[in-house]
T-cell receptor, first 111, second 114 residues
């Protein structure tokens, strides 16, 4: 069966520091991968998606970037965090069916 | 731009009540509509709907899609405190480079009191 992992689970970072969040998927190959941000427990905003290694599409202009160095690995990064980057970051995967399955999420607090 | 609107934004009920959550959408190239339940962490999948008028059921939860009027409802009967959560509606786009992308609504926060 497929599983999706994210780490770290929680993170507290100062403004201006770098960021790296990691997402890995097991039990499938060539998945579509997605990064979302959820603010204040509301709807999810799609940040990036990837249909293959090295292929990244950005949905909204922002202070973040994404990379996909391996088939089942998706990384969310920032060079300098802003206060507004605080939120709950979710990684998701899908393979054809349209149903996206989510990882456990990373709660980021920028101070 | 694809758009999903959920109502109500929040709802407080007592155990045993029946609730109906609404989701309306606009999407350029509709593939499917999905419902998720989110408690403290990741959203968990409830239903995927692709055809109008066919009800999907899982225990006390059911959902139906109307592709003509562009909406879906999620019903929960005999609510329990464990149903307290954020319920998210999303639509999947079938078109070109947007294939598989989900657009989410704001969510409905359901609180069930004992």
């Amino acid at each position: 069966s497929q599983t999706i992992h994210q780490w770290p689970a929680t993170l507290v970072q100062p403004v201006g520091s770098p960021l790296s969040l990691e997402c890995t998927v097991e039990g499938t190959s060539n998945p579509n991968l997605y990064w979302y941000r959820q603010a204040a427990g509301r709807g999810l905003q799609l940040l990036f998606y990837s249909v293959g290694i090295g292929q990244i599409s950005s949905e909204v202009p922002q202070n973040l970037s994404a990379s996909r160095p391996q088939d089942r690995q998706f990384i969310l990064s920032s060079k300098k965090l802003l206060l507004s980057d605080s939120g709950f970051y979710l990684c998701a995967w899908t393979r054809g069916s349209g149903t996206q399955y989510f990882g456990p999420g990373t709660r980021l607090l920028v101070l | 731009e694809d758009k999903v609107v959920q109502s109500p934004l929040s709802l407080v009920v007592h155990e045993g009540d029946t609730v109906t959550l609404n989701c309306s959408y606009e999407v350029t190239n509709f593939r499917s509509l999905l419902w998720y339940k989110q408690e403290k962490k990741a959203p968990t999948f409830l239903f995927m709907l692709t055809s109008s008028g066919i009800e999907k059921k899982s225990g006390r939860l059911s959902s139906i899609l109307d592709k003509k009027e562009l909406f879906s409802i999620l019903n929960i009967t005999a609510t329990q405190t464990g149903d307290s959560a954020i319920y998210l509606c999303a639509v999947a786009n079938a078109g070109g480079t947007s294939y598989g992308k989900l657009t989410f609504g704001q969510g409905t926060i359901l609180t069930v009191h004992p």
